[in-house]
Each structure stands twice: as structure tokens, then as C-alpha cells.
């Protein structure tokens, strides 16, 4: 009896698994949810090329920005879950709902964790006319100034604002946020002095800081980063302030079949571990993080998701 059901099992598995080790027989779409030329889609483009000569099927970038990377998103959620149609998104994908309540999807649900692919590190920085110098000065004359301080960010609901919410709250100081809408206009408006504050990507604050137009003070992760190891972690001013990695990867429809998970996985890892990929993705300020298994991706999503949301029930954050 016992052999006659493994017998069976086998014969219903046979398909699943020759269809996966075909996989891929047609063209994968790569839904990149934000505008071309932004930071996903300058990681999207030379990784899909690569994964084209890998997977031996063309990886085409498919841009479906809006609605806060809702749309792009909810087309993967939509699709097939056969591996052809995925998604580069980033942590805030996760955090949306803790602002929206218009998300069409349940981020946890309605998709499969694929890929970790890279970080970018965050840095608070300030315009050299505040008279601040470190971590510890800035919580000084916040303290001092109660109420004239305000950062910028790229927007509600990005790990930007939430790492701000964090310092405030843990160096219990008044820090007002100012959200734009991208990065372009926020660091504008640092570099003229409109802003006095800032937390933005670390690509997008040392090239400013090197030429003096930004002081770079603090890391807003948990450990230095590796592009500017001089740059202290504000935890290192305030123990215990740390944000999560903003990470990039790649997720699917819910319910893909693991072979495909683990080929489309394999696939990433070794087109982000591709020398030339990654020396090219490296000098633009990611930190390629390409050696994470599915299963420890979906973990590491729950943990950090996990970390916001305490940080906005904290906070008083309702979604509207």
C-alpha cells in the first residue's frame, strides 16, 4: 500500500518537476514598479542582462511606476505565478500599508519572496550652515532649538521617514519631517539650504558631502557602510538606534512552484556575483547582498517588517 502511494506521488510530482526544469521556454518580464532612471531601475537593467544569459530567455524591464509602486506591484500579484512575470521592489513595498489604506493587495499573502539582490545604506546629513559637526551636536541644538529642526526625505512612509521617526524618538527630540517626492527634489533642496536636514541613500549624500556642500553625520543602519566606513552609525551615538537594510529583491505571484523559486534565486545570485555586475553596481553605492536562499529572504522580510511596524505603532502612524 505504502509503495503503491509513493508510486502515485511520483506520477503526480513528474509533471511539476519537468516543467520546472524546462523553465524558462519563453521571455520573463521584470516589473521594475518605479519611473526609468531611478535607483531600482539603475540595478534592474544590467542585472536583467545578465539573468537574459543565464536563463538562455530574454529578462525584459517592464517600468509600471505609480500609486507609491502600488501598480507595478499589483500586476505581478495579478499574474500567473509560472515565473514569468516578477517584480524588483524594494522594503517599502512592505510599509506601504502602515500609510495607505488603498493598498489592492496584501503584501504578505499575494506574493513569493524570490530574491535578496542588494542594500543601499542610508545617511543623515545636514547643510554645513547648521552649526553641527556630529550625531551629538545635532541632538544638542535640537534640544536647544526645540521645534526649528525638520528633515527631508523622499516621501511618507519610506525607511527614510521612519529612521527620522526612530531618532526623534529615541533621542527625544523634536525632528519635523518633510516629505518630497523623490530624491532629485529633496537633495535639491538640502544642497540650497531650504532643508536643514536630510536622510537620503548614501550615493545620493557623498558626493555632496566630499565636495562640502553636505555633512555627512550619521548611517541610519546598524553598522557602518562599506562606501563610507569614516561615517559613524547614529547608533553608535544613541545605542540601540538602528534601522533595517533598505534591501532590493525580486518577489513573485503567491503559490510559485519552489523549483522555479530556487532557479529564478540561483539565477540572481549568480548574475549579482558576476564580476563586472557587481564592480558596476558596487561603484554606484549598492551593497550586493546576492548569497541569500528564498527561505532566508522570506524571514528576513517578516524581521524587518516586524521592526517598522513597531516603530510606527510607536509613532502613532495610522494608514489613511
Known sequence: MIRRRLTLLALLCAPLMAWSQAYPTKPIRLVVPYAPGGAVDALARPVAQKLSEILGQPVIVDNRPGANATLGADNVARSSPDGYSIVLTSIVHYLVPFFSKNVPYDTMKDFTPIAQVAITPNILAVHPSLPVNSIK???????????????????????????GVLFAQMANISLEHLPYKGGSPTINDALGGQIPVVILTSPTILPHAKAGRLRALGVIEGKRARSSPDVPSIGETVPGYAVPDTWFGVLGPANMPKPIVDKLNAAFRQAINT????QRLEAGGYEITGTTSADEFTQSIKADTEVFRKIVVSAGIKPE
Open 137 to 163: 551636536e545635532l541632538i544638542d541644538y535640537a534640544k536647544k532649538n526645540p521645534g526649528k529642526l525638520f528633515y527631508g526625505t523622499t516621501g511618507v512612509g519610506s525607511t527614510h521617514h521612519l529612521g
Open 275 to 278: 564580476p563586472e555586475i557587481k
